[in-house]
């Protein structure tokens, strides 16, 4: 994964989903692709939640998009819900989701998710 994902001012970019809290309409989460960066990254999270955005290898995005997106959504809950309750959030550094394990590593100003098989 290339450390300049924060450097984006010349990169492409293309907003492909975004995610809204139902609770609170105001926190929308963005999911944008830098494919001169071959990433996709949340883009929201710092704004909201004042945690690390999430990155996303291209690799595993365009060949998983639907269980990705999935995987996004469960973690926007998770923080979602422990803002709402005044509770401090961790990103856990290994979860599942379904039958599936997935990490997440800290970069920069980013966590980049992967997934085990």
């Known amino acids: 994964?290339?450390?300049s994902i924060v450097d984006q001012a010349n990169a492409e970019?293309?907003?492909?989903?975004t995610i809204g809290n139902q609770k609170n309409p105001a926190q929308v989460v963005e999911i944008v692709h830098l494919p001169e960066k071959g990433v996709f990254i949340t883009?929201?999270?710092?704004?909201?939640?004042?945690?690390?955005d999430?990155?996303?290898?291209?690799?595993?995005?365009?060949t998983?998009?639907?269980e990705m997106?999935?995987?996004?959504s469960y973690l926007l809950e998770r923080i979602a819900t422990a803002a709402d309750l005044n509770l401090p959030f961790r990103y856990d550094s290994e979860f599942e989701v379904g039958d599936s394990r997935f990490s997440?590593?800290?970069s920069g100003d980013f966590m980049?998710?992967?997934r085990h098989d």
């Open 64 to 66: 998983e998009i639907h």
């Open 1 to 3: 994964m290339p450390e």
């Open 13 to 17: 970019e293309i907003v492909i989903a």
């Open 112 to 114: 980049i998710l992967n």
């Open 43 to 52: 883009r929201g999270i710092a704004t909201h939640f004042q945690l690390r």
């Open 104 to 106: 997440l590593q800290e």
């Open 69 to 72: 997106t999935g995987v996004l």
């Open 54 to 62: 999430i990155a996303v290898p291209q690799t595993l995005m365009l």
